[in-house]
């Protein structure tokens, strides 16, 4: 299996090789060259197995040649044992054919976990296999630094540098990245914005002799490796509720496009899916997209949602991509007219075809607000933010009552506990095996957000820059 670039110019590369890059050369994001099927029965076959093992058989095909099935099976095994609940994915009825996928049970309480676990673990095990070592740098409104940060701590090939913006995320969020004891775990309170992060990152990787010498690397939503691990629980999903022999649909809490798309690459390997529902909150560019065919960005509004706080649905371009037929000079020129002017028009055919599988809408505050109420006072069910947004946009949808509707829960209520109680009075509270997270001490250091200041502190940070310069 070999992957290209959705901009058509960079070379193709296998797996491991996508999954290191990240981002293409071409500024473009990899895609499979073609899609692997499975067939119903190998599908039917998921049903009653445990979660890793459906891991491997969703991941296998993607993976081909680069690594060994034996250490891929190893990786999941370790990866979701990690998890909280044994059936790490688990499903709850809310009501007649809804029910919620908990997709937080995972060490730092976000779904973020079910495949940053699993690529930290399959990056470090190829890194040693080439004797090589990589720094990763993560700019983080929250979730993404404390999944990075808890998958890749003390691995041997590894340092892990978070950048978020300093007094500007949850206690909960920043214990977890500032209280882990290893070595290889560094953490930058940046004076300044998430934007600001996020521009410093890439400038770090705009800056080649720089990137070179720690030999940066980046597990960002775009990555091709942490696409395929999210594919995986639409299918023990789907299996639990009678799939392949009848149609699931989803409806999916949606930032950067990464989730939902992982929907489209189980349904593209032969998974019967019946709807994705995109669900946003009142950063809606693409409910707009979906409903009008412009993709346009606005400023961003803060909400109670903050990890779908974006301006800009980086993986939306491989859908682009699918349903402009596979036309890289068309997603190109598309792509150019958004940085220029900050608008393209989806073409009409590519819209059609999006529309037949996907829907969208949005979800305000007030929803959000009256939605947390709701379940708490119906079934004394907490649900955080994101989960919200979902719920209010799924009840809102028209949908055939025969399909059972199978809502992301993103994130545990516990992450996000002032949103939670302000909305319905309940402080959702801890588990008990993070009740002592308060009391541990942090670890972070506050910069200003220069880049030549924090490339000075990352290449401190990096091994592979300070045994390079040994050499
Ligand atoms: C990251 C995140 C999302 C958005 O996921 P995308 O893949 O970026 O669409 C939704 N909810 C929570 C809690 C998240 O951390």
Redesign the pocket.
Known sequence: MHYISTRGASARLDFVEAMLAGLARDGGLYVPYSWPRLSPSTIAGFAGRPYAEVAVEVVKPFVGNAIAEADLARIAREAYGTFRHPAVAPLVQLDANLFVLELFHGPTL???DLAMQFVARLMDHVLTQRGERTTIVVATS???GGAAVEAFRGRAQVDVVALYPHGRISDVQRWMMTTPTDANVHCIAVEGTFDDCQALVKAMFNHHAFRDRVRLSGVN?INWGRIVAQAVYYFTAAVALGAPHRKIAFT?????????YAGYVASKMGLPVDRLVVATNVNDILARTFATGDYETRKVVATS?P??D?QV?S?FERLLYETCGRDAAKVNALMGSLTQSGRFSVPSEALKEMRALFSADRADEQEVDAEIRAWMKEASYAI?P?TAVALAVAEKETRDPKVPMVVLS??HPA?FPDAVKAACGVDPGLPDWLSDLPKKAERFTVLPADQAKIEEFVAGASRAAREGAAV
């Open positions: 976000a779904f973020k929250g979730d993404t939503s999916v809490p949606t930032g950067n496009f990464g989730d939902v949602s990890s779908m974006i649905s993986n955080d994101h993103t994130a992450k």
